[in-house]
């Protein structure tokens, strides 16, 4: 009986488990779907707007941004409550959504309008309308808040401005149709997917220029999402309609292994440990879990319809 009494005392005081999220944007469906990562499977279903695309995570783990298409809006949802809090008027037709360091600025991508825009959150005011590449679509903005980059789909071009003002400060020349864009850890190097080029262009973020090109796959497949290990070794790059994930070594720049996953690998995103990897599997609806270390798809979770984005949002509680 004692025996049992203090196996229960140390239960009552154990620490829950965490509950690590992952949210993905249903494009087709207008919702978030969000899976839990200790049951494998979705959870809630959080209608959103039309249209939702790109996500990014509030600086205090506590809001979900997805840029709503078709709404000429970005949703902020509550991880915690799960539910829809407000929409932000962002400009015509955003498709993915960066927010600022210090959680207080949104900066998104217009596609249509071939444009990017800032707005502060508290008043909903834009800051900018900044000129970048047509049919933007990929953004980040550097650890430091000091840097916007840009992708422009149908220019081939990347467009950095600077982050308070929206000013220019160069445009660099990358691979076909680029997608993505994402900063190394440390801030110093950005990566940039080019889907109809298959490369990976390594830009030097304090010199602004471009570093190293790394060609993926083998001219069939198209890059798109990427994530980069916490530790900044690796990067994860979704390979579209070659239903894969390059793995790549960027101190030896070259392709290590390629990971089968689902139907068409859109979004990717990591755990915050690096152990697992999740894609957005467009053309089979679902996401595809990758134990890292193996380099092997070790499950997948029905999601939607044509999930667009896929963000980590891990457990809010200590």
């Known amino acids: 009986m004692r025996v049992f009494r203090a196996a229960l005392l140390l239960a009552l005081l154990a620490p829950p488990a965490r509950a690590d999220l992952v949210f993905v944007s249903d494009e087709r469906g207008d919702d978030l779907r969000v899976v839990s990562t200790e049951r494998g499977a979705v959870v809630a279903a959080i209608p959103v707007g039309k249209r939702p695309r790109g996500m990014c995570l509030a600086p205090d783990g506590k809001t979900v941004f997805v840029a709503l298409g078709d709404e000429d809006a970005v949703a902020l949802v509550d991880v915690a409550s ?11 037709d955003p498709e993915q959504v960066a927010v600022s360091p210090d959680g207080k600025v949104i900066y998104v991508s217009n ?3 071939s444009t990017a825009t800032a707005v502060d959150l508290a008043s909903g005011r834009t800051l900018f309308v900044a000129p970048v590449g047509t049919e933007p679509e990929g953004i980040a903005i550097s650890p430091d808040g000091g840097r916007v980059y840009v992708t422009g789909e149908s220019t081939d071009d990347v467009t950095v401005l600077e982050g308070r003002s929206g000013k220019v400060l160069r445009r660099l020349e990358v691979g076909a149709r680029p997608r993505w864009v994402a900063f190394s850890p440390d801030g110093r190097k950005v990566f940039v997917s080019s889907e109809v080029g298959g490369t990976l262009s390594i830009l030097d973020a304090p010199a602004i220029r471009l570093q190293a090109t790394i060609p993926i796959g083998n001219g069939q497949t198209k890059p798109n999402g990427i994530a980069v290990s916490p530790d900044g070794k690796r990067l994860y790059l979704a390979e579209g309609r070659g239903a894969s994930v390059s793995v790549v070594d960027l101190a030896a720049l070259s392709v290590v292994t390629r990971i089968a996953v689902g139907d068409r690998p859109w979004g990717v995103a990591l755990s915050a440990s690096g152990a697992r990897l999740y894609t957005a ?14 380099a092997k798809a070790i499950s997948r979770v029905p999601v939607g319809k044509k999930p667009y984005g896929v963000l980590y949002v891990p457990d809010p509680k200590p």
């Open 281 to 294: 599997n467009g053309g089979s609806d679902d996401v595809s879990v990758v134990d890292t270390a193996a």
């Open 82 to 92: 799960r539910a829809l809090v407000r929409k932000v008027a962002v400009g015509r």
């Open 111 to 113: 596609e249509a309008a």
